[in-house]
């Protein structure tokens, strides 16, 4: 069974940044693939970023692209998303995520999801 905590979200001004992180315990972190994902009140869970096991290859979702960077250390067993440039409509909650496969846009993760973290962003 693998436990997911996040932290690092918050308040923060539009063209701010934030790093999320998420810690992983009881399993091999290196054998999971990790991803971010986010919901707001109303609407359905909508994938973020992801990254392979390895770290060799990343995904994003088109909105994020140049602006948030996922990175893994699995010496550490964390992964991070680096939010840069945010804007009001990244506010939601930031759930991280893992799965056995990567799949197309963070298709195949799911396995274990953490409890979530708020970021909340002010124009």
């Known amino acids: 069974q693998v436990q997911l905590v996040e932290s690092g979200g918050g308040l923060v001004q539009a063209g701010g940044s934030l790093r999320l992180s998420c810690a992983a315990s009881g399993g091999t972190f290196s054998s999971y693939a990790m991803g971010w994902f986010r919901q707001v009140p109303g609407k359905e869970r909508e994938f973020v970023a992801a990254i392979a096991r390895s770290g060799g290859l990343t995904q994003y979702t088109d909105s994020v692209k140049g602006r948030f960077t996922i990175s893994r250390d699995n010496a550490e067993n964390t992964v991070y998303l680096q939010m840069n440039s945010l804007k009001p409509e990244d506010t939601a909650v930031y759930y991280c995520?893992?799965?056995?496969?990567?799949?197309?846009?963070?298709?195949?993760?799911?396995?274990?999801w953490g409890q979530g973290t708020q970021v909340t962003v002010s124009s």
């Open positions: 995520a893992a799965g056995r496969r990567l799949g197309v846009q963070g298709s195949q993760l799911g396995d274990y």
